[in-house]
């Protein structure tokens, strides 16, 4: 019997480790090399292409290691129970298409990977850039690993984590990195890719409710259930662009950083909470919908912030 080809080793790996939910690490990345320009017009294209690789890395572990703690605390095998076969957010080691073993070394490997990023960049620019970015490698791997399990404690520390760790903490390194110093403006500018990212979250835990609830995983959206959650991600939406508006009212941001408005068609195509549950597939396309929205978001941010 043949093993799997080059290309289903490569899909295999692609579905483990999400990369296809990569740019919402690039997100903030991009508007803190944006803030970096508009201070300083200071921009290395080798320490920002480490700078991505790097995050890059992260988010690969981060996705890893949170699929093998999420299997081996039974999550993953209630969720492979209560769904079909055809269920598109299937995962590779409940089918035992990939080990715990082959699990773990993927995510250290990348963690690896991303650390090595990150001491490169401590020599180049100053060792405070490790220490931004440990903080964040702390997060992603306690977020569902032991002891801490982060997202298993029902008290939003979870998305707590997010937050920090696709808004302030990339956006403040990528800002560091490029000017040597430390300033609130990417903190403030990163401010509502956290919230946006964080909705893309709740969103996507809305399709699990029902296998986290069995597991024990309280992530939000479990503790609140999945209509107040879906408000909630409403409520957080409001927030970011609040968050903009009052950031170019205050002259912190350019009048340009209105450009984000181009991204509510996005957000308001999936419409207003309705009081009711959805089918778990309709979650799934309202989570597209928050990763688009928020990757759009903050793309316009940084045109409007390098315009």
């Known amino acids: 019997?043949?093993?799997?080809?080059?290309?289903?080793?490569?899909?295999?790996?692609?579905?483990?480790?999400?990369?296809?939910?990569?740019?919402?690490?690039?997100?903030?990345?991009?508007?803190?090399?944006?803030?970096?320009?508009?201070?300083?017009?200071?921009?290395?294209?080798?320490?920002?292409?480490?700078?991505?690789?790097?995050?890059?890395?992260?988010?690969?572990?981060?996705?890893?290691?949170?699929?093998?703690?999420?299997?081996?605390?039974?999550?993953?095998?209630?969720?492979?129970?209560?769904?079909?076969?055809?269920?598109?957010?299937w995962k590779p080691i409940p089918r035992r298409l990939m080990s715990v073993n082959q699990g773990f070394v993927i995510s250290f490997g990348f963690y690896f990977l991303s650390i090595a990023a990150g001491v490169y960049l401590g020599f180049a620019v100053g060792w405070l850039a490790l220490a931004i970015a440990i903080p964040g490698v702390f997060l992603s791997y306690f977020y569902v690993a032991p002891p801490l399990k982060l997202d298993y404690r029902g008290l939003g520390l979870g998305e707590l984590a997010i937050f920090f760790?696709?808004?302030?903490?990339?956006?403040?390194?990528?800002?560091?990195?490029?000017?040597?110093?430390?300033?609130?403006?990417?903190?403030?500018?990163?401010?509502?890719?956290?919230?946006?990212?964080?909705?893309?979250?709740?969103?996507?835990?809305?399709?699990?409710?029902?296998?986290?609830?069995?597991?024990?995983?309280?992530?939000?959206?479990?503790?609140?259930?999945?209509?107040?959650?879906?408000?909630?991600?409403?409520a957080l939406a409001v927030a970011a662009y609040s968050v903009d508006f009052a950031l170019i009212g205050l002259r912190v941001l350019p009048p340009s950083c209105v450009l984000t408005v181009l991204a509510l068609p996005l957000l308001l195509r999936r419409g207003v909470p309705t009081g009711r549950e959805r089918p778990p597939p309709e979650y799934g396309t309202r989570t597209q919908d928050m990763f688009l929205h928020g990757v759009a978001f903050s793309i316009l941010l940084t045109v409007g912030l390098l315009l």
């Open 165 to 234: 760790s696709f808004g302030p903490i990339p956006a403040l390194g990528a800002f560091y990195v490029l000017t040597r110093s430390i300033a609130l403006l990417p903190v403030l500018a990163s401010i509502p890719c956290g919230l946006l990212t964080v909705n893309v979250l709740l969103t996507h835990d809305m399709i699990f409710y029902e296998p986290y609830s069995a597991a024990g995983k309280r992530s939000l959206a479990v503790v609140l259930g999945r209509v107040r959650a879906e408000w909630l991600t409403l």
């Open 1 to 89: 019997m043949r093993g799997p080809s080059v290309s289903e080793r490569v899909g295999l790996f692609f579905r483990f480790a999400r990369v296809q939910f990569l740019p919402v690490v690039f997100a903030p990345l991009l508007v803190g090399t944006a803030t970096a320009w508009y201070v300083a017009h200071s921009i290395n294209p080798v320490l920002l292409l480490v700078l991505f690789l790097g995050s890059a890395a992260l988010l690969i572990a981060s996705n890893s290691i949170d699929d093998v703690y999420d299997y081996l605390n039974g999550v993953d095998a209630t969720s492979e129970r209560m769904f079909p076969k055809e269920f598109p957010g």
